[in-house]
């Protein structure tokens, strides 16, 4: 069971622009651990997209941004390309648990 | 160049053991905090548990007293015990390099391919 929430789909045309928002609580994004988010292409392992809540790994587009808020994040794509089709899931640490959490995941469709 | 490659899944049966390796080039293992991470067919990502350069285990409560990870520092491979197997173990395992700036909490910016754990009769 997920500690972070996530919609389980978000859809958009190329060109647009999408959100993903990952909602936590008091013990892990509240509790001002930082947010990470990965991308996970279809049948490969997930790769580091954010990191920091607003840092991007060298070699990930600047289309790319995330941001964070009290108990909540946001990963937001701009350009929507093809090619970014695949789930997105949102992570932290939880001091509850002692351990990391990831979100329930995202699926991002192309129109 | 940081790889990370796991080894030792495959299919056992309820109640059965099993020991999963991660062995990593391009870094040290001790050096960093490491972790596993599964994903059942279909599903999202669950962290499963953490080695911390000093030592220090923690686990997800869904594998605690039947998961055990460990590091073999001369080897500079990362293992992960399983025992008493349950359906719902059945996976991808994915074992990861975590970096964190300062006390708990932290990123994975490395990832392996992942193996395949089918726990059935």
């Known amino acids: 069971q997920s500690v972070l929430t996530q919609p389980p789909s978000v859809s958009g045309a190329p060109g647009q622009s999408v959100t993903i928002a990952c909602t936590g609580g008091s013990s892990n994004i509240g509790a001002a651990y930082d947010v990470h988010w990965y991308q996970q292409l279809p049948g490969t392992a997930p790769k580091l997209l954010i990191y920091g809540n607003n840092n991007r790994p060298s070699g990930v587009p600047d289309r790319f941004s995330g941001s964070k808020s009290g108990t909540s994040a946001s990963l937001a794509i701009t350009g929507l390309q093809a090619e970014d089709e695949a789930d997105y899931y949102c992570q932290s640490y939880d001091s509850s648990l002692s351990g990391y959490v990831f979100g329930t995941g995202t699926k991002i469709t192309v129109l | 160049e940081v790889q990370l490659v796991e080894s030792g899944g495959g299919l056992v049966q309820p109640g059965g053991s099993l020991r999963l390796s991660c062995e990593a080039s391009?870094?040290?293992?001790?050096?960093?905090?490491m972790s596993w991470v599964r994903q059942a067919p279909g599903k999202g990502l669950e962290w499963v548990s953490v080695?911390?350069?000093?030592?220090?285990?923690y686990y997800a409560d869904s594998v605690k007293g039947r998961f055990s990870i460990s590091r073999d520092n001369s080897k500079n491979t990362l293992y992960l015990q399983m025992n008493s197997l349950r359906a719902e173990d059945t996976a991808v395992y994915y074992c990861?390099?975590?970096?964190?700036?300062?006390?708990?909490?932290?990123?994975?910016?490395?990832w392996g391919q992942g193996t395949l754990v089918t726990v059935s009769s």
């Open positions: 391009g870094f040290t293992v001790s050096s960093k905090f």
């Open positions: 080695i911390y350069s000093g030592g220090r285990t």
């Open positions: 990861a390099k975590g970096i964190a700036e300062a006390g708990p909490g932290g990123w994975f910016d490395s």
